[in-house]
């Protein structure tokens, strides 16, 4: 099926690709304990194929930034095809769509049928724009928002209108630009970026959302890269947007909590050879996401490392 695809896009039919988009049911990944969220442009099927053997938890499907208004129609129905393609998967699938005015609506009424774990919404402002999309979105999917706007700043505390909505990313890029700050102050010792990650990590925590810090662009200068996960890890942070597999590698290896790693270990053993007993080597916890039989044994390989 990868070859027709392939030829769809090349040959730039729009109407083979959409034939191809066939909604299928998913089980869904409810997991909120990813490390590392990594940037995947919905218009490269190379990358899209690969998503399986990839390290990172969380797979950010983007249709905004990155991809061209001409990509853009030709990217939805890609996305739409690899996630009716991945009807388990060990991780969690979030298509981060375009902004609301440009066209993000009509995208989550589409991708409705083809359940991502989650959709994230770009350019957020207001409590009221999140309750219009928890209200358009399908009961079982997660709603993630960026937070890259003065509004949605000034908001933070307000937009979470629902459990469902349990995830913000930090779009500091953006928001910088949209303040009217410059980019040149986030540094590593500067006290406005100390300031910035500590009040979104606290403000997120205080109504029980998770807060995924920003991406580092530089994804070259993995030494700096890493100088700011220390850092987030030292305030509280698990969780980090990455572009590269490198950085994936990094964040993966930095933010590991080896006490929560050995805990989590011991439920997957004991939740896979439950289900074991009935046949089942495949299945998805609420907590842990999708567990099979490679996930159970490096379960048991790290907790035979512990003893």
């Given at each position: 099926m990868i070859d027709e695809i392939i030829k769809s896009y090349e040959q730039r039919d729009l109407e083979a690709l959409d034939r191809l988009a066939v909604p299928r049911?998913?089980?869904?990944?409810?997991?909120?304990?990813?490390?590392?969220?990594?940037?995947?442009?919905?218009?490269?099927?190379?990358?899209?194929?690969?998503?399986?053997?990839?390290?990172?938890?969380?797979?950010?499907?983007?249709?905004?930034?990155?991809?061209?208004?001409?990509?853009?129609?030709?990217?939805?129905?890609?996305?739409?095809?690899?996630?009716s393609r991945l009807q388990k998967c060990d991780k969690k699938l979030v298509v981060r769509v375009n902004a609301l005015d440009e066209g993000g609506y009509e995208e989550i009424t589409y991708l409705n049928q083809f359940m991502p774990d989650a959709i994230r919404v770009p350019k957020i402002k207001t409590p009221e724009e999140v309750k219009a999309v928890h209200a358009l979105l399908k009961d079982e999917i997660e709603l993630h928002l960026s937070i890259e706007t003065a509004e949605a700043w000034a908001n933070l505390a307000q937009l979470s209108v629902n459990e469902r909505v349990n995830t913000f990313y930090l779009g500091i890029l953006d928001l910088f630009a949209d303040m009217g700050l410059s980019q040149g102050l986030i540094d590593l010792n500067n006290p406005t970026m100390h300031y910035m990650l500590s009040h979104f990590l606290i403000t997120c925590k205080s109504i029980r959302v998770k807060p995924v810090s920003f991406v580092f662009q530089d994804f070259r200068d993995l030494d700096t890269f890493s100088k700011w996960i220390e850092l987030e890890k030292s305030m509280g942070y698990d969780a980090k947007g990455c572009i590269s597999p490198n950085q994936v590698q990094l964040a993966n290896k930095m933010f590991v909590d080896k006490e929560e790693e050995i805990k989590r270990a011991k439920v997957i053993v004991k939740l896979f050879e439950m289900h074991q007993e009935e046949g089942i080597t495949g299945f998805v916890d609420e907590e842990y996401g999708f567990i099979d039989e490679p996930i159970y044994k490096g379960a048991l390989k790290l907790l035979e490392e512990e003893n």
């Open positions: 049911y998913r089980e869904l990944n409810k997991t909120k304990k990813f490390r590392s969220a990594l940037m995947l442009s919905c218009n490269n099927i190379k990358h899209l194929s690969k998503i399986e053997s990839l390290e990172a938890d969380c797979i950010m499907l983007n249709l905004e930034d990155g991809v061209s208004k001409e990509e853009k129609p030709f990217a939805l129905a890609l996305c739409a095809i690899f996630l």
